[in-house]
């Protein structure tokens, strides 16, 4: 089961608004052709079922028709549904859907997102949209991070680029449910900047970390309610054990995107216990390999709960980013989703008080299930002996002296390239007070220093200048020395002359200023921003 996980964050700007979407007087034509997927409208329509059918047993007060639903393909067509109002430069479509919306707003050749796969919530004209990305969109995504990080090959030999109309689904209700988080605890978000600060490579924590995800996936899956209650008291033990080594900020990191992430999880994860009694939409059949839902959400969370360990034991690439963020951030997603999941079973009002500030997932858990110091000892040591602990702390060992190797081993090809070096030396113009990232692409070097990947990156600085690259190119970021450092296949000389009005060549653009001052010298370029 596989499909896109990158999730742009934008923490000031955002780097995939492709247009401008204020100042506009002409008069709209209506758009008549639809562009965009049609069978993902057919999902949009089955999303909707979904919840009429089984929403309140899903997440009481959530509802399909209070959240605006953008569909996107690139540069192609942004189709906007369950609007309140029509945004400025959309139109509205006159063309034929499967749906029964009397109002569609529709634009052409210019999109919100300009990057594929983007399924996420965003801001567009002072509403939060749920956005979804067509499947041509994310197919492409998954292409050109197979291209890199897989088997090309042999991923198109076994046909795994046909999408998963159950994935569809599952990112739809994950999205539309954080629009409806977002206004009940707007506030309640993660620091993405801690990615870079947690320990990610510390062996006792992945070590632990091994154990705790298997506890909980035991405990998800089992049908015995006393083995589910052993399982899930081993989970907080080991739990708690492991994060008496993490500061507070790792602690806060994880509880907060267990909180984000890992609440729009459960969402899935409980369609997956409860969609049995769906009767899908007669159109869902026109998905390929759609089936229905008897004898098969059962086998998918089944394969999520082992894929959540999969994860949190570094057992493949997926993110491109083994030894960085996207391990650790994924796997906060699902160990969120499955401790929602039990507390239905040991305190079912946990929803009515989740969204208050500092409520976290494994505080719910431990106030439900006391244990004292004795038995946390005692399921410790059963975890640690059921669950292999001693030869995994080893594992977790040579883990980490690996990915030291390898992150040096990326940093030495950003400083000692043959291309051409720049670097942005900050330090007069005060900070970096912005950025455009994804956590996934997060590699921390040391405390300080940080390599940012897996997507176009942008930076803001405190003097108002701003970097943004065109293509993912990484950017090695040291706070201490308060440089952005990068290589590129365009000459120094390309950089004279241009700090007052401007860079705008092949790989990134930077903002001019009056106080800024390049020098290129040879293959390397320096630009001190005051």
Same mark, same amino acid.
Request: aromatic share 8%; no cysteine; glycine share 6%.
């Given at each position: 089961? =596989?499909?896109?996980?990158?999730?742009?964050?934008?923490?000031?700007?955002?780097?995939?608004?492709?247009?401008?979407?204020?100042?506009?007087?002409? !008069?709209?034509? +209506?758009?008549?052709?639809?562009?965009?997927?049609?069978?993902?409208?057919? =999902?949009?329509?089955?999303?909707?079922?979904?919840?009429?059918?089984?929403?309140?047993?899903?997440?009481?007060?959530?509802?399909?028709?209070?959240?605006? /639903? /953008?569909?996107?393909?690139?540069?192609?067509?942004?189709?906007?549904? *369950?609007? +309140?109002?029509?945004?400025?430069?959309?139109?509205?479509?006159?063309?034929?859907?499967?749906?029964?919306?009397? &109002?569609?707003?529709?634009?052409?050749?210019?999109?919100?997102?300009?990057?594929?796969?983007? *399924?996420?919530?965003?801001?567009?004209?002072?509403?939060?949209?749920?956005? !979804?990305?067509?499947?041509?969109?994310?197919?492409?995504?998954?292409?050109?991070?197979?291209?890199?990080?897989?088997?090309?090959?042999?991923?198109?030999?076994?046909? *795994?680029?046909?999408?998963?109309?159950?994935?569809?689904?599952?990112?739809?209700?994950?999205?539309?449910?954080?629009?409806? #988080?977002?206004?009940?605890?707007?506030?309640?978000?993660?620091?993405? #900047?801690?990615?870079?600060?947690?320990?990610?490579?510390?062996?006792?924590? *992945?070590?632990?970390?091994?154990?705790?995800?298997?506890?909980?996936?035991?405990?998800?899956?089992?049908?015995?309610?006393?083995?589910?209650?052993?399982?899930?008291? #081993?989970?907080?033990?080991?739990?708690?054990?492991?994060?008496?080594?993490?500061?507070?900020?790792?602690?806060?990191?994880?509880?907060?995107?267990?909180?984000?992430? %890992?609440?729009?999880?459960?969402?899935? /994860?409980?369609?997956?216990?409860?969609?049995?009694? !769906?009767?899908?939409?007669?159109?869902?059949?026109?998905?390929?390999?759609?089936?229905?839902?008897? %004898?098969?959400?059962?086998?998918?969370?089944?394969?999520?709960?082992?894929?959540?360990?999969?994860?949190?034991?570094?057992?493949?690439?997926?993110?491109?980013?083994?030894?960085? %963020?996207?391990?650790?951030?994924?796997?906060?997603?699902?160990? %969120?989703?499955?401790?929602?999941?039990?507390?239905?079973?040991?305190?079912?009002?946990?929803?009515?008080?989740?969204?208050?500030?500092?409520?976290?997932?494994?505080?719910?858990?431990?106030?439900?299930?006391?244990?004292?110091?004795?038995?946390?000892?005692?399921?410790?040591?059963?975890?640690?002996?059921?669950?292999?602990?001693?030869?995994?702390?080893?594992?977790? $060992?040579?883990?980490?002296?690996?990915?030291?190797?390898?992150?040096? =081993?990326?940093?030495?090809? &950003?400083?000692?390239?043959?291309?051409?070096?720049?670097?942005?030396?900050?330090?007069?113009?005060?900070?970096?007070?912005?950025?455009?990232?994804? +956590?996934?692409?997060?590699?921390? !070097?040391?405390? $300080?220093?940080?390599?940012?990947?897996?997507?176009?990156?942008?930076?803001?600085?405190?003097?108002?200048?701003?970097?943004?690259?065109?293509?993912?190119?990484?950017?090695?970021?040291?706070?201490?020395?308060?440089?952005?450092?990068?290589?590129?296949?365009?000459?120094?000389?390309?950089?004279?002359?241009?700090?007052?009005?401007?860079?705008?060549?092949?790989?990134?653009?930077?903002?001019?200023?009056?106080?800024?001052?390049?020098?290129?010298?040879?293959?390397?370029?320096?630009? $001190?921003?005051?």
């Amino acid at each position: 089961m =596989s499909r896109p996980v990158l999730r742009l964050v934008s923490l000031i700007f955002s780097l995939v608004v492709a247009a401008d979407l204020g100042g506009q007087t002409k !008069v709209e034509q +209506p758009v008549r052709d639809l562009r965009i997927d049609p069978l993902l409208l057919v =999902s949009v329509k089955e999303y909707r079922h979904i919840l009429e059918t089984i929403g309140p047993d899903i997440y009481p007060g959530w509802k399909w028709n209070t959240v605006p /639903l /953008l569909l996107y393909r690139p540069l192609v067509q942004d189709v906007l549904l *369950n609007a +309140p109002r029509r945004p400025p430069g959309y139109s509205r479509f006159s063309g034929h859907t499967v749906l029964p919306d009397k &109002i569609i707003y529709a634009r052409d050749d210019s999109t919100l997102m300009a990057i594929d796969g983007q *399924n996420t919530s965003t801001d567009l004209d002072s509403m939060r949209v749920l956005v !979804v990305s067509d499947q041509y969109s994310r197919e492409r995504q998954q292409i050109d991070a197979t291209a890199r990080h897989g088997d090309l090959e042999q991923w198109r030999k076994n046909w *795994n680029f046909v999408p998963s109309a159950y994935d569809e689904l599952e990112v739809i209700l994950h999205e539309a449910f954080h629009v409806h #988080q977002d206004r009940l605890a707007p506030n309640k978000g993660a620091n993405e #900047q801690m990615a870079a600060h947690y320990p990610l490579l510390d062996p006792s924590n *992945n070590a632990l970390v091994a154990v705790e995800t298997r506890a909980l996936r035991d405990a998800v899956l089992a049908t015995d309610p006393n083995q589910r209650r052993h399982r899930l008291e #081993q989970f907080l033990a080991v739990r708690a054990l492991r994060r008496s080594g993490l500061d507070t900020a790792s602690l806060t990191y994880e509880n907060l995107n267990e909180f984000k992430e %890992g609440t729009a999880r459960y969402v899935e /994860l409980r369609f997956l216990e409860l969609g049995e009694r !769906v009767q899908p939409i007669p159109e869902m059949y026109y998905h390929t390999g759609f089936t229905g839902y008897r %004898g098969v959400l059962r086998q998918r969370l089944v394969r999520r709960m082992d894929d959540m360990v999969n994860v949190a034991s570094f057992g493949d690439n997926r993110f491109g980013n083994k030894y960085g %963020g996207g391990p650790m951030r994924v796997r906060l997603y699902d160990t %969120g989703g499955a401790q929602a999941l039990l507390l239905d079973d040991v305190a079912p009002s946990w929803k009515q008080k989740i969204f208050a500030p500092a409520v976290y997932l494994t505080d719910l858990l431990n106030a439900a299930i006391p244990l004292s110091v004795e038995q946390r000892s005692n399921l410790v040591s059963q975890a640690k002996a059921e669950y292999g602990f001693d030869s995994v702390l080893v594992n977790r $060992q040579a883990f980490q002296r690996e990915g030291e190797r390898i992150i040096q =081993s990326r940093v030495d090809s &950003i400083l000692n390239t043959r291309q051409t070096l720049v670097t942005i030396n900050y330090a007069g113009a005060g900070d970096i007070n912005g950025m455009a990232y994804t +956590p996934f692409g997060v590699t921390a !070097v040391n405390d $300080q220093t940080a390599i940012y990947d897996l997507v176009p990156i942008g930076v803001r600085f405190t003097n108002g200048v701003v970097l943004r690259m065109k293509s993912r190119i990484p950017l090695l970021v040291d706070r201490q020395a308060k440089t952005v450092t990068f290589a590129i296949a365009s000459t120094a000389a390309a950089f004279e002359g241009k700090g007052t009005s401007g860079v705008n060549i092949a790989e990134l653009t930077l903002s001019g200023s009056p106080a800024t001052v390049i020098t290129a010298s040879g293959d390397k370029v320096l630009i $001190q921003l005051r």
